[in-house]
């Protein structure tokens, strides 16, 4: 079986711009999590997605958002970039029902922000 | 609210040496506990989890974590460590009967296996 795959793994932009990063889960995942990952914030959970519908929410400003599609790939998108918002995205998919189904996570996409 | 502390941000330990890495958690609810390791430019990949039961948990790569309920502890250990375990490995909690999976990860510890 294919793992979760994010596209692309690298990316640079500049301040101001937006961005779209992409995830594809494990075939039969129903459950998409987004994660923030920097040196000084450390893991910060951004939100998930199951059955298209949005399950849970971190603390970050409205500028991110996500969607999950009807065969549960999903998209995040940071608008209006800023220097902070450079980091590791993963992504990571389960089943999904019950939450405690084992999270397979992608290599994830490193965001540049200049 | 729930927070997760790893209290040692690196540990370098000999190849075929003993490691323990200690993570702590604070909730106001039960939660899962769960271990991952991430290998350079790499994903997360989990180790172990605790859900329920024995308090012994065993995982993946000869490792085991014991939950203790009383010190709010949940410690990583491998009684022999090889030069692939070299890695950064996260302590992980998800409230029990929460519906997703919302996890709040420790600040996480680079282990460093010397020859």
């Keep these: 079986k294919a793992g979760v795959t994010q596209t692309p793994r690298y990316l640079i932009k500049t301040r101001g711009q937006q961005v779209t990063l992409s995830c594809s889960p494990i075939s039969g995942h129903r459950s998409v999590s987004w994660y923030q990952q920097t040196p000084g914030q450390g893991l910060q959970f951004l939100f998930e997605y199951f059955s298209e519908t949005q399950r849970n929410k971190g603390n970050f400003p409205g500028r991110f958002s996500g969607r999950q599609f009807s065969n549960s790939r999903s998209e995040m998108n940071v608008s209006t970039l800023e220097l902070g918002d450079s980091a590791l995205y993963l992504c990571a998919s389960s089943l999904g029902a019950p939450s405690t189904d084992t999270q397979y996570f992608g290599p994830g996409t490193r965001l540049t922000v200049l | ?115």
Excluded: M
Aim: charged fraction near 15%.
């Design chain 2, 1 to 115: 609210a729930q927070s997760v502390t790893q209290l040692d941000s690196q540990v370098p330990v000999f190849e075929e040496a003993p490691v323990e890495l200690r993570c702590n958690y604070s909730s106001s609810v039960s939660v899962y506990l769960f271990w991952y390791v991430q290998y350079p430019n790499q994903g997360l990949q989990l180790l172990l989890k605790y859900l329920s039961g024995s308090t012994l948990v065993k995982g993946i790569n000869g490792f085991e974590a014991e939950f203790n309920k009383s010190q709010t502890s949940f410690h990583l250990r491998k009684p022999s460590v090889h030069i692939s375990d070299t890695a950064e490995y996260f302590c992980a909690g998800l409230p029990t009967g929460a519906a997703g999976n919302k996890l709040t990860f420790g600040g996480g510890t680079r282990v460093l296996v010397k020859p």
